[in-house]
């Protein structure tokens, strides 16, 4: 039996994510469309920035921030584990973290059956 992915963060990601919150307040989103460009990377928003829509899933939270994927992806990644990492370079362009000189930048491990 497989199990579903869990969603956790390095402690780059979680000090990024900190200074975003001190910036721009804790009603954040994280986004993963699975698109290509920027989409294939997490996108953080404030909440009302990014409207959620139903072809969105909530997955999980990073650091009590809410973290969303596209539908078709999810069914693709539901038996991944995702560790959301934080590393040198320009963010999306319409993500919180652009202009930080870091980004943002989702790893992967497949989950192995129990």
């Known amino acids: 039996m497989q199990r579903n ?6 402690h780059e990601a979680l000090d990024l994510l900190r200074e975003i919150k001190a910036r721009f307040g804790a009603d954040l989103l994280f986004h993963q469309s699975g ?3 920027d989409g ?12 959620i829509g139903n ?3 909530l997955v999980s939270d990073v650091d ?3 973290f969303y994927m596209n539908a078709d992806q ?3 990644w539901k038996h991944t584990d995702l ?3 934080a590393i040198k370079g320009i963010g999306g362009m319409f993500s919180l973290e652009n202009g930080s ?3 943002f930048l989702t790893r992967s491990d497949i989950c192995l059956p129990e």
């Open 83 to 85: 560790t959301i990492d």
């Open 101 to 103: 000189g870091r980004r």
């Open 55 to 57: 072809n969105d899933v």
């Open 64 to 66: 009590g921030v809410p």
């Open 35 to 37: 698109g290509c460009c």
């Open 5 to 10: 992915m869990t969603v956790t963060a390095t």
């Open 74 to 76: 999810y069914e693709r």
């Open 40 to 51: 294939s990377a997490p996108m953080l928003f404030q909440q009302g920035d990014y409207l």
